[in-house]
């Protein structure tokens, strides 16, 4: 089993806990255990009670959700440094989604009675994830405007900002490059169209300029990204 990583820094890189003091972040590490999933393992499932969350740490991890019709609808790829079942963990509420493990993956689980005792009795701990769970709200609001409001090469071109601002944060340099993980096939279902129409965007992202591919890493422009991404802006 590996040895639990000890580094504020490591912590506070996961959302959840960035406003958390030294003091509590050290508590929060007692309640984790860490664990492996190999590629292929549904982890949970939509309907599962929530007993515990999952802070990654290698790997990805899929969430997604199967219609009536027997079609998946993917939702999120959650890679190291991002959060999972929090949600399900605090409100008490069954699991919205399934989740697997699309690669072999590694990350460290919470239980959800450690976690709530912990927060209970640390109100500026409750403070702060309270201001992180009006963050994913917007997010998430931001990722269905996407979806519903914009044509598809702005929906890619948001795609691939959003996914540059969780390793550089807001403040983008002039040109970044970006390793994509994630299939044209993934990326359709996270954006809501099929793989031909986001080859096809992508190739027409490189056409007008804003990215330019080198096997799996792109060479991104934030200007022409950004433009891109908010037509209506020029």
């Not at 790829?77 to 590694?106: F, W």
């Not at 793989?195 to 934030?222: F, H, M, T, W, Y």
Request: proline content about 4%.
């Amino acid at each position: 089993m590996a040895e639990i990583n000890k580094s504020p820094a490591f912590w506070r890189s996961f959302p959840i806990f960035e406003e958390f003091s030294k003091e509590l972040i050290e508590e929060a590490i007692g309640l984790a255990q860490w664990r492996r999933w190999p590629a292929g393992t549904v982890i949970f499932q939509r309907g599962d009670e929530g007993n515990y969350m999952i802070l990654v740490t290698e790997g990805r991890i899929k969430l997604s959700l199967i219609t009536s019709q027997g079609k998946e609808l993917s939702l999120r790829h959650l890679e190291p440094g991002t959060l999972l079942g929090e949600m399900a963990v605090i409100d008490g509420e069954p699991r919205s989604a399934d989740a697997a493990a699309t690669v072999a993956t590694e990350g460290y689980v919470i239980g959800k009675t450690e976690f709530m005792n912990f927060i209970t009795r640390n109100p500026e701990a409750a403070e702060a994830v309270m201001r992180y769970l009006c963050r994913r709200l917007r997010e998430t609001t931001d990722q269905l405007e996407t979806i519903a409001l914009y044509d598809l090469d702005s929906r890619v071109a948001r795609f691939f900002l959003a996914t540059l601002k969780q390793i550089h944060g807001d403040d983008l340099p002039d040109e970044a490059s970006l390793h994509i993980a994630l299939s044209q096939t993934e990326i359709a279902g996270i954006l809501g169209a099929s793989r031909p129409k986001i080859n096809r965007s992508i190739l027409s992202l490189e056409e007008q300029g804003a990215i330019k591919r080198k096997g799996n890493v792109i060479d991104c422009n934030i200007r022409r990204l950004t433009a891109l991404a908010e037509p209506d802006d020029e």
